[in-house]
């Protein structure tokens, strides 16, 4: 786990360049808004809600979309595209929605089955959960980065995507399992697309927040935590972290993957595969440790097996 020191300063001039932020009105998103607008960018915000008025004027612009509709964010990449004329340099999937329903998907799990034939049939007939949590955090960040690949990849520049996914996906809680397992996902979505996507002059990354005061928290929790002296991180601290794994260089990949070579000694690209875990108001990265530590966790002679296995299985044109 390494800290990073990252300001301000850290990000560079982006005039220019055009972002796209999901859930970009409010809370992490809106501070990832502000850095992009702060350092020159031209913003689109894709969200349902409008962000507050004095971040539309002048280069940011709000396109009402519901992430889990494919027909509403392929209209909102039409209009950034096609009405706009813009490319897509940035892509922040950022748009998520938290699991705080007192039907909750536990207590289902610990309702007794029914006793009966008819009352097994009776159940069959409604699908009691709509799994908000895996349409919108999953299936729309999954379609967000298959649009925002498809862009990228037919320009000369390339492009950045970075996902919100949660300390969730390294620290599953009990309390949200569904929330817990759409984070996890994304952590795998980025481990399982990193070393294919710069084949494209693509990146994909992430941020895994700990606890940030925002709108997806119940007010008391961001306050018993720091009544209690725990970290509570800003929106605008989030969002930073964000416009940094956008912007940043890496000069070592996270892993090699399959048939990679080693790279050479002034090897740059950019940042890649690899997630910040933001707490109070600080930065780690941690998949580059979770890689190191491999052997530890997985076994030596197991790790050795699975690499070779890479090789065979990896279907890039390296
Ligand atoms: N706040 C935290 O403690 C915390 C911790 C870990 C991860 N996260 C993640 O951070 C991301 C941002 O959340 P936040 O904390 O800023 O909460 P927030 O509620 O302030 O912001 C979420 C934004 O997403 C938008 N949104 C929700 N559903 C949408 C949909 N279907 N389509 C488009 N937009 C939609 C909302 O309108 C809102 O503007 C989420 O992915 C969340 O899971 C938050």
Redesign the pocket.
Known sequence: MASLTITEASIPDLSGKTAIV?????????GAVQVLLDHGARVFI????PPPADVLFPHSSYIH????SWSALVSAFAAITQTHGCAVDIAIA?????EFDENSYLAQCFNPAPDDASAWAALGQSDPWAYKQI???LK?TLNFVMLATRVMKTQKSGGSIVL?????AYFPETSIPI?SAT?GALANLIRALHPTLPLHNIAISGV??????????PPEVPKALVQLGLPVST?RH?GLALVYSATATQSERVEDYGKDKPVSEDYRERWNGRIIHTIGDEFWEVEQKLVETRALWWGKGNLDLTMKQRIITDPRPI
């Open positions: 999901t859930g970009g009105s409010s809370g992490i998103g809106l894709l969200d349902i809600s979309t519901d992430i889990s950022n748009a998520g929605v938290g349409e919108v955090n729309g919100t996914a949660s300390t969730t929330y984070k895994a927040p700990s606890a940030a005061d925002t709108a997806m928290l929106g989030v």
